[in-house]
């Protein structure tokens, strides 16, 4: 899904109903996440940078991982396997590589969305109660949450800021 985007405020605009809004902001917030791993090399992807050991392309993998989880595993209940919490790096994971496991994570999410129509809608798995407008607002503040780390982190490798 491509969001519109607002001319003053370079957000998404009100699509229009609360799916497609939060759809939206998640593919907006997607797409910077995706952007800051442009034109990075995947020897700065892996810097450890910060005491926690968090890398650049160590919190897209997890971003990945977090989508799968929640919109596949736990949403839909399909039977995907998942080890840890998807911040642990291959040797053979690269920018590319996970840039574009992002990308399929992300547009999985959205044809499991978009197959829906009840924001109300139980998730197959796990605790009652959580629903399809529970995971999509929880997706948008982790997606959130770690786009802020990665700004950091890339203006730590080279001084990049911005969307």
């Not at 839909?76 to 642990?88: H, R």
């Not at 994971?93 to 499991?112: H, K, L, M, N, P």
Request: hydrophobic share 40%; glycine share 8%.
């Amino acid at each position: 899904m491509t969001a519109e985007q607002s001319p003053d405020h370079n957000v998404p605009a009100i699509v229009s109903g609360e799916r497609d809004t939060l759809l939206a902001f998640l593919g907006y917030l997607r797409s910077s996440v995706d952007a800051k791993l442009v034109q990075l090399s995947d020897d700065d992807a892996r810097r450890r940078l910060v005491a926690s050991g968090t890398t650049l392309l160590g919190l897209v993998k997890h971003l990945a991982f977090v989508e799968v989880y929640w919109a596949q595993r736990r949403f839909a209940g399909s039977d995907v396997v998942l080890v840890g919490d998807g911040f642990e790096l291959d040797p053979a994971d690269t920018v590319e590589s996970v840039r574009r496991e992002y990308r399929e994570a992300g547009q999985r999410t959205d044809e499991i969305v978009a197959a829906c129509d009840d924001l109300d809608q139980p998730l197959a798995r796990g605790r009652r109660g959580l629903t399809l407008r529970w995971m999509l607002t929880h997706l948008v503040e982790e997606t959130a949450r770690h786009a802020g780390h990665v700004d950091i982190l890339r203006e730590l490798v080279d001084g990049r800021t911005g969307r």
